[in-house]
């Protein structure tokens, strides 16, 4: 090789692959040494040197001095030893200028392979430091091929996974079609060594290593159901966001069918909803377009449990809301009988949603409901009382209207505070209470000897 053609050459390799001169040459130089070992034995002693002015390649072997040799990879006879070097001595060290013509084309089959895996793996480590700190933004690319049900994305640079559990279902793509999707995730291979806690990332690892054979990566993952895209999409067609007047603060999908989006404002002057909206749906309508026609739900956000609750359950109405547990986050909520199936949405869709957007654990219930319940509580309770000597249907009747609805309470009455109900006198609020109080010793008393017959 010419000494100028040399020099392009490492110019070209260190511009193009990043591939560093020095790095080059030793590779070279390391080739012709693995190709002189295979002929002159494992344990001899080479080394090799490139003339990047001369355009020459030389390579060297080291021999000591000996009377007699017992290892020719390493020792040499004085007598051979002076054709080297007349001054040659025992005991003392030759350097031999090996042929390497023999042997320079099989070192150039062993530096190209060592090459070509060198580049490749620069251009991995590469590919991998460009679009990891990429994570979270949106791209856009051609469906280059079909792996089962997992698509390849071509993004220019470099390819992209789209795995199955990352595409909205009902969505149909088509070879050499456009893709828009969020890099969720920038995985090497070192990041599938243990998926066993991480179920997503096992069926990224299941679709990452059907599409790369070779199983080196890195592997681009893109996702278009999950909240950050919706949350990157409405960015691009609603500027508020982008500029931080109006923020998102939860984000829940069914990818394809219903979004429930929380927003709030940072002006005072500036209504969120309205503004993601836009003139007459043109800035919403943009982003369900891009989702198939995923229907969005803008919650305005508040400090108010209560109030984000009622904002959850959009598009239904709320008459009111009934806080069971604060400490579980369960409420009861009421809607008229007419929004009922709107509340719940089709196969629970609407409820769910509201249920993890607002973070609570959400019962439904309709107008009619709620009454015919009471009522048959009140019926209950009724038949209970009626139980009490010197309690009587109508009488019954009576205190449950006037919240006197358990025989502890009664027992706990004084017969001047049950006088003041409507037909109880006080002769008889004496005979009810003292009923009452005999009606929980014998109930006690029961319980007592059914924990006997247990024991």
Request: charge should be negative; include cysteine; proline fraction near 3%.
């Amino acid at each position: 090789m010419q000494s100028k053609d040399l020099l392009l050459a490492l110019e070209s390799l260190e511009r193009e692959k990043n591939i560093k001169r020095e790095d080059t040459l030793k590779t070279i130089e390391d080739a012709l040494i693995s190709a002189l070992r295979k002929h002159l034995g494992k344990t001899a002693v080479l080394s090799a040197k490139i003339d990047t002015d001369e355009g020459t390649i030389t390579a060297y072997q080291t021999l000591n001095v000996v009377e007699e040799v017992t290892n020719p990879e390493m020792e040499i006879s004085l007598e051979d030893a002076k054709v080297i070097d007349p001054a040659a001595k025992i005991g003392e060290d030759v350097v031999n200028t090996l042929n390497v013509e023999d042997f320079s084309r099989i070192a150039a089959q062993i530096a190209k392979q060592v090459l070509i895996q060198k580049v490749r793996g620069i251009e991995r480590d590469n590919l991998y430091k460009e679009f990891k700190p990429r994570e979270g933004e949106v791209v856009t690319g051609l469906v280059r091929r079909f792996s089962d049900r997992d698509i390849i994305v071509d993004l220019g640079k470099a390819e992209a996974i789209l795995p199955y559990c990352e595409q909205i279902k009902k969505e149909r793509f088509v070879h050499g079609g456009r893709v828009k999707a969020i890099i969720a995730k920038v995985l090497n291979q070192n990041d599938f060594l243990d998926v066993k806690d991480n179920p997503v990332l096992g069926k990224y690892k299941s679709a990452a290593y059907k599409m790369d054979k070779g199983q080196r990566g890195p592997y681009i993952i893109l996702s278009r159901t999950s909240p950050e895209f919706l949350k990157e999409l409405m960015k691009v067609e609603i500027p508020e966001l982008s500029d931080g007047i109006i923020e998102t603060k939860n984000i829940v999908r069914d990818p394809g069918f219903r979004a429930k989006v929380v927003v709030k404002s940072n002006d005072n002057k500036i209504d969120p909803i309205g503004t993601c909206v836009g003139m007459r749906g043109i800035r919403i309508r943009a982003v369900t377009n891009e989702l198939s026609g995923e229907k969005i739900d803008l919650i305005n956000y508040s400090d108010d449990s209560v109030s984000n609750i009622v904002n959850s359950l959009s598009p239904a109405k709320v008459l009111s809301v009934r806080i069971i547990s604060m400490e579980n986050k369960q409420a009861l909520v009421i809607v008229p009988d007419d929004q009922l199936a709107i509340a719940i949405g089709k196969d629970w869709q609407n409820i769910k949603l509201a249920s993890k957007v607002c973070g609570w654990e959400l019962e439904v219930k309709s107008e009619s409901q709620k009454n015919q319940e009471g009522l048959e509580a009140a019926q209950l309770i009724q038949e209970t009382l009626s139980g009490v000597e010197g309690i009587g249907p109508k009488i019954a009747e009576v205190m449950v209207k006037a919240g006197f609805n358990s025989v502890e309470k009664i027992a706990s009455l004084t017969p001047e505070h049950l006088a003041t109900l409507q037909g109880i006198g006080e002769k008889t609020a004496e005979k009810i209470i003292e009923g009452a109080k005999k009606y929980l010793a014998q109930q006690q008393e029961a319980a007592d000897d059914s924990n006997e017959e247990n024991n």
